[in-house]
């Protein structure tokens, strides 16, 4: 019987238990024999296995994190460990990985193909969104749903008080989360690093908003689009007003990930294990126009993000 383990590598993000139950229950569907890999890629060089079967993955659809625990492996850059990681595949008896990750991860999983000889499926699991080759990663919708509960609260607090308000959000150097997460909550300015941005002209909106009756407002800085006290302190110098900063950090890598990513976690496991038995490798999983795709992860990796300039326009005309 074929066999195939799975990892979760990087930083965690809603709906990678929600995958690993998919890969897990379809794997063995398929009569495929399944291990789980504790700690990403930590966990194949030092032997971390476990045998997984259905009631391995029970009550795990609705959990925030990931059940097998993720680890940073710098080491792993460096083929010795590469190939210690293959090694211990081989004396199980396995020839084919799942990784749920990043593109870090993704570039993991590419090594231990090119360098190891390992058959290689992988899953985009990042709330950052920032694989090019795919229209949206695994933890993203939820993600931007922590960031609207937050927006939500916010809100209510700032219209008690006549306050201006900046929420700083995580992506790394991708602007997704704040985009969505402005649009979808109303919320007056946005800042991305992909879009330059002129704090004079935002100075002089939040004055004139001040004279048409409106005392309050909300600022979505990404993450890698500027530094939040020099910011507020630009407003505060320019309006005279005081911003009220809020920063919500791992808050949004965790919770129960939403409806659309429990759904395209078990649309991305089913692809997955298909490839597996097609014997396809160095491939990654993705949703493209509400379809799910496979890509070859080197030209997956190429790819340039693609910021949505005609949403952020969206955005701002629907802030006026």
Not at 26 to 32: F, G, N, S, V
Not at 140 to 164: C, G, K, P, Q, Y
Request: hydrophobic fraction near 40%.
């Amino acid at each position: 019987m074929a066999k195939v383990a799975i990892l979760t590598s990087g930083g965690d993000a809603p709906g990678m238990n929600a995958c690993l139950r998919a890969c897990v229950r379809y794997a063995i569907y398929k009569d495929l024999d399944v291990y789980g890999v504790e700690r990403g890629y930590k966990g194949l060089i030092d032997n971390k296995l476990t045998y997984m079967n259905s009631r391995s993955v029970s009550d795990i659809v609705h959990r925030g994190g990931t059940i097998l625990r993720s680890a940073r492996c710098p080491e792993f850059t460096d083929t010795e460990f590469q190939h210690q990681a293959a090694d211990t595949l081989k004396a199980y008896g396995i020839e084919n990985l799942i990784v749920i990750g990043g593109d870090g991860s993704f570039r993991g999983a590419k090594d231990l193909c090119d360098n190891c000889g390992v058959n290689v499926i992988g899953i985009p699991g990042t709330i950052d969104n920032d694989l090019a080759y795919t229209d949206y990663t695994l933890g993203f919708d939820s993600a931007v749903n922590t960031v609207l509960w937050a927006i939500n609260a916010l809100r209510d607090t700032m219209n008690s008080h006549d306050r201006v308000s900046l929420l700083e959000v995580m992506g790394r150097n991708c602007g997704d989360i704040a985009l969505y997460s402005a649009v979808a909550g109303g919320v007056e300015y946005v800042l991305t690093p992909e879009v330059p941005y002129d704090l004079d002209e935002i100075c002089a909106s939040i004055k004139f908003s001040q004279k048409r009756g409106k005392t309050s407002n909300m600022i979505i800085l990404a993450e890698g689009a500027g530094n939040k006290e020099e910011i507020c302190a630009k407003i505060k110098e320019k309006t005279g007003i005081s911003v009220k900063t809020t920063t919500l950090g791992h808050i949004q890598r965790g919770g129960s990930p939403s409806m659309a990513d429990r759904v395209l976690a078990a649309k991305f496991a089913v692809r997955a294990v298909d490839l597996i038995l097609q014997k396809q490798t160095n491939r990654v999983v993705g949703i493209k126009n509400n379809k799910i795709i496979d890509r070859d992860i080197s030209e997956a990796l190429a790819e340039k993000h693609s910021f949505d300039e005609d949403l952020y326009r969206v955005a701002n005309v629907l802030s006026l």
